[in-house]
């Protein structure tokens, strides 16, 4: 089956931005957006910090900082509406904007003069210019939708820190999120004369473990397209210390022949797999582990000898499965298992995950790759009820995008307390699930996008409960209020009238905001910080006290009460 081909022409690239067409964003910023999950694959908060909205950006973008591999990327992205290619103008002036990433004195002197806040912002939140001092390299992105010319081919080849995504790269690059299918062609791997290791797993899973020629794996059909790894984590990402390690060894003959002993291998699913002492010959297959690997091989394949073998692992077992998606997931985790995994043994997710699913409505999964087969729309991932709790339960809203801790440090503040139950997180989440659709209501569509926003508000919702002392009540011990489908009716239609009341507030507070020129509102640095979001919540707590103190808005006391009048 074919890969479906990606639409970069104007205006139809439009339809690929999805939840990225924020309205207050440029539109070569929407495209910068989707770049970012889906070739970076950065979550909503990521994205959104890396770009630096506004206008007088000094040709950039967006900035992002690779620790792992100790480099800075500068982004630009040029949208062309019309058919014309890219030649070296547009790239020469963006590489010669790199200059101002030079030192640290250059990247100073960069955040002071520039105008716009949010470039500023990211030189600063991201400590630019100390980094380029401490010899972080720095890159350049440039991403479009057009297809370069000779010029911009032979530009490239002496412009060395700069990288171009365009129309053919992305083309190249792009898995769609309805995979395609793993590649039927049935190809073979010649391992006679060396050892190979046929182990069953049961009675239905075979596996075959062998150093295979590296010549032979950088023939299998969809590496330069990406088909080959669509059913990988993520695709391969170019020039970083990973790659650049590969192409170095694959540049030093002398190393080849040790290539089994120190390189971690590559995984192959496959629905056929027929091995002998010679050969070994698989159809219906997908690369879900190596894919920067054999990229770099197929990149450097000119070079490569018939002593560099890369121990192989093939399992028969169809990439399209469940169980292939645990295969994938642990084999491209370093440590096998994150915090999420370690604490899904905990008595605490699994008697919340019995109580949850017990219920019949929701499923709450608490591992990775967990009951791929439950449908989506009933599905409470634990790790969103962690943020939900710690917004909503511990009033910590700055916090949400720091996941790393969710199941670690933080996993016995958030749910080891008596009342944490899953009728807790499940009506937590049915507020949450009426909250976000009511953000469009936000006049700043960037603040409203913003994924902090979306526990900030659930942050507000607690604060407007416990105005009032039924509220309160309500905070502390929710089942209450759902015992009966006709309470939980009830319950569903005071959220909601709250939410709105609470995001009118929340909008006149953001404008008074933004209407400042001193201080603008940088919303990026603002809900990450714990005094910056309560003096947000004073401020809309009080407007929304005021709205009922002046009979503008209903309280849940009354709400509550006089819809149960009406009822009898």
């Known amino acids: 089956m074919p890969k479906p081909k990606l639409n970069l022409k104007y205006p139809d690239l439009l339809q690929l931005f999805g939840a990225d067409a924020v309205k207050q964003r440029s539109e070569s910023r929407q495209f910068l957006a989707w770049f970012l999950q889906h070739y970076y694959h950065l979550d909503e908060t990521d994205v959104d910090d890396t770009i630096c909205d506004g206008h007088e950006d000094k040709t950039t973008d967006g900035i ?17 509406k019309g058919p014309k290619t890219l030649g070296d103008s ?49 890159k350049g992105i440039f991403i ?37 299918e793993p590649i039927a062609q049935e190809v073979s791997f010649d391992v006679s004369g060396v050892p190979i290791l046929d182990y069953p ?56 022949k040790f290539f089994p002993a120190f390189h971690n291998g590559i995984t192959v699913l496959c629905k056929k797999l027929v091995s002998s002492k010679d050969k070994i010959t698989i159809s219906g297959y997908a690369v879900v582990n190596g894919c920067q690997s054999l ?24 990439p399209t499965g469940p169980l292939a998606a645990k295969i994938t997931d642990h ?54 009820a962690a943020r939900l709790l710690l917004a909503f339960d511990l009033k910590e809203p700055w916090s949400c995008h720091q996941t790393y801790k969710l199941f670690d440090e933080r996993h016995s503040a958030i749910f080891a307390q008596q009342s944490v139950t899953g009728n807790r997180i499940t009506t937590v989440y049915r507020i949450y699930k009426i909250v976000v659709p009511k ?61 709105q009341t609470v995001i009118r507030a929340l909008d006149n507070e953001v404008k008074r905001k933004d209407a400042d020129l001193v201080n603008p509102f940088d919303f990026k640095r603002d809900l990450k910080s714990p005094n910056r979001v309560r003096l947000i919540e004073t401020n809309v707590i009080t407007t929304y006290q005021v709205l009922i103190d002046n009979a503008a808005a209903v309280p849940f006391v009354r709400q509550w009460t006089e819809q149960k009048v009406v009822k009898k």
């Open 439 to 499: 953000l469009s209501m936000l006049s700043n569509k960037l603040f409203a996008g913003y994924k902090l926003t979306h526990f900030l508000v659930m942050y507000l919702m607690r604060e407007a409960l416990e105005t009032d002392d039924l509220g309160k009540q309500f905070c502390a011990n929710p089942e209450k209020f759902t015992s009966t489908k006709s309470d939980l009716a009830k319950l569903l239609s005071c959220i909601d009238r709250i939410a």
């Open 64 to 80: 992002y900082v690779n620790e792992q591999s100790s480099q800075i990327h500068v982004f630009q992205a040029k949208i062309s």
């Open 295 to 318: 990229s770099g091989l197929h990149e450097n394949r000119k070079k490569i000898s018939s002593d560099l073998r890369i121990l192989t692992k093939f399992i028969q077992t169809p």
């Open 201 to 256: 797993i049961g009675s239905s899973l075979k596996m075959t473990i062998a150093p295979v020629s590296a010549s032979e794996l950088v023939l299998m059909p969809g590496i330069s397209n990406g088909e080959l790894f669509a059913y990988n984590v993520r695709q391969w990402l170019r020039r970083t210390k990973v790659n650049d390690d590969i192409a170095a060894s694959i540049n030093s003959p002398d190393e080849h």
């Open 90 to 138: 547009a790239l020469k002036e963006f590489y010669g904007s790199l200059t101002q990433f030079k030192s640290k004195a250059t990247v100073q002197t960069l955040q002071t003069a520039t105008i716009n806040k949010e470039l500023a912002a990211l030189l600063r939140d991201l400590e630019i210019a100390e980094k380029v001092e401490k010899g972080y390299e720095v």
């Open 331 to 384: 084999t491209n985790n370093q440590n096998g298992t994150t915090a999420r995994d370690l604490q899904s043994n905990n008595l605490i997710q699994t008697r919340l995950q019995t109580e949850i699913n017990s219920g019949g409505e929701f499923c709450y999964r608490i591992k990775r790759g967990e009951h791929l087969d439950w449908p989506d729309a009933k599905v409470i991932e634990n790790d969103l």
């Open 144 to 180: 479009t939708n057009s297809t370069r010319d000779h010029n911009a081919i032979e530009y490239l080849k002496v412009a060395k820190n700069l990288i171009l995504y365009d129309a053919l790269e992305l083309e190249k690059l792009f898995v769609p999120i309805d995979k395609t």
